[in-house]
């Protein structure tokens, strides 16, 4: 079983930046450990839909982002302390929301990782808060 929590949030005022952690431990399905697959960040506002914001590949050579936050945004990760970042600039109000580290348990090309049904294993979340 996997286990991802994720730290590194908080409140910060528009036009800042924070970086958050999404540390992993165990095995996925397959017996593999989770540096071995894809894993991606989402996040959820109040009242909205859980929304994708970045993926990344097992071996952290593609990317994936949402529209809203290319150019912003950077996903990385960091095999050898299985661990996933997303580096977040020039943050927005509207980038407030509980943002979720999620990993998968078998290969997908990059081209879906925006699809929250391809992941298996997510975090509880940590809240970004970004004031105007």
């Known amino acids: 079983q996997v286990q991802l929590v994720e730290s590194g949030g908080g409140l910060v005022q528009a036009g800042g930046s924070l970086s958050l952690t999404c540390a992993a431990s165990?095995?996925?399905?397959?017996?593999?450990?989770?540096?071995?697959?894809?894993m991606g960040w989402f996040r959820q506002a109040p009242r909205n839909e859980r929304q994708f914001v970045a993926g990344?590949?097992?071996?952290?050579?593609?990317?994936s982002y949402a529209d809203s936050v290319k150019g912003r945004f950077t996903i990385s990760r960091d095999n050898a302390v299985n661990t996933v970042y997303l580096q977040m600039n020039s943050l927005k109000p509207e980038d407030t929301a509980v943002y979720y580290c999620?990993?998968?348990?078998?290969?997908?090309?990059?081209?879906?990782?925006?699809?929250?049904?391809?992941?298996?294993?997510w975090g509880q979340g940590t809240q970004v808060t970004v004031s105007s």
């Open positions: 990344i590949s097992p071996t952290g050579d593609t990317t």
């Open positions: 999620a990993a998968g348990d078998t290969y997908y090309p990059s081209s879906i990782y925006d699809d929250q049904g391809v992941y298996t294993y």
């Open positions: 165990g095995r996925i399905a397959s017996g593999r450990t989770v540096r071995n697959t894809f």
